[in-house]
């Protein structure tokens, strides 16, 4: 199984904020920090979507439509893995497919069989779509997390 996955924030500064929340019996202040976050987040999931589509295909654009299937938005703000997440999760394609999120954004070439058929192979050139349309939207999005973080940490104890 291979997943891209970038954290548009870290979970430490989150879980502490939650907590302190939760502890205040701030819980409609924590929800809608969460609905904020998640809002703010939001425009990377299209934006990684469209560049998968845009992926060139000499078939039906089944592989595409599996790869933006499996592309989401996490806000979590407690457990382990607190944050925010937008990821292309592996666990979400079909079996042998597993692997193809990492394989189209990689640098190298790599092979598979035609539609299954372990006689007949070819080789696929990756297709970055992941990083380079995610990167230009993190700066904005991160200043407005944090300006989120911020407003609630005024209510946490």
Same mark, same amino acid.
């Given at each position: *199984?291979?997943? #891209?996955?970038?954290?548009?924030? %870290?979970?430490?500064?989150?879980?502490?904020?939650?907590?302190? +929340?939760?502890?205040?019996?701030?819980?409609?202040?924590?929800?809608? *920090?969460?609905?904020? +976050?998640?809002?703010?987040? !939001?425009?990377?999931?299209?934006?990684?979507?469209?560049? @998968?589509?845009? @992926?060139?295909? !000499?078939?039906?654009?089944? /592989?595409?439509? =599996? #790869? $933006?299937?499996?592309?989401?938005?996490?806000?979590?703000?407690?457990? !382990? =893995?607190?944050? @925010?997440?937008?990821?292309?999760? %592996?666990?979400?394609?079909?079996?042998?497919?597993?692997? /193809?999120?990492?394989?189209?954004?990689?640098?190298?070439?790599?092979?598979?069989?035609?539609?299954?058929?372990?006689?007949?192979?070819?080789?696929?050139? $990756?297709?970055?779509?992941?990083?380079?349309?995610? =990167?230009?939207?993190? /700066? !904005?999005?991160?200043?407005?997390?944090?300006? @989120?973080?911020?407003?609630? $940490?005024?209510?946490?104890?």
């Amino acid at each position: *199984m291979a997943s #891209l996955s970038v954290s548009v924030v %870290g979970g430490e500064e989150l879980a502490r904020i939650s907590a302190g +929340l939760r502890r205040a019996g701030e819980t409609q202040i924590r929800r809608q *920090m969460v609905t904020d +976050l998640r809002r703010v987040s !939001k425009p990377i999931v299209p934006r990684v979507r469209n560049a @998968i589509m845009a @992926i060139p295909s !000499k078939h039906d654009g089944t /592989l595409r439509r =599996e #790869l $933006a299937r499996a592309t989401t938005l996490q806000v979590r703000s407690v457990g !382990k =893995e607190t944050g @925010i997440k937008v990821r292309v999760d %592996g666990r979400k394609m079909p079996g042998s497919k597993r692997g /193809l999120p990492s394989r189209m954004e990689g640098k190298v070439r790599w092979r598979h069989p035609v539609f299954g058929d372990p006689d007949v192979w070819v080789g696929q050139n $990756a297709h970055p779509y992941f990083y380079k349309n995610v =990167e230009p939207l993190s /700066l !904005k999005v991160r200043a407005q997390i944090f300006q @989120i973080l911020n407003e609630a $940490a005024r209510y946490a104890r």
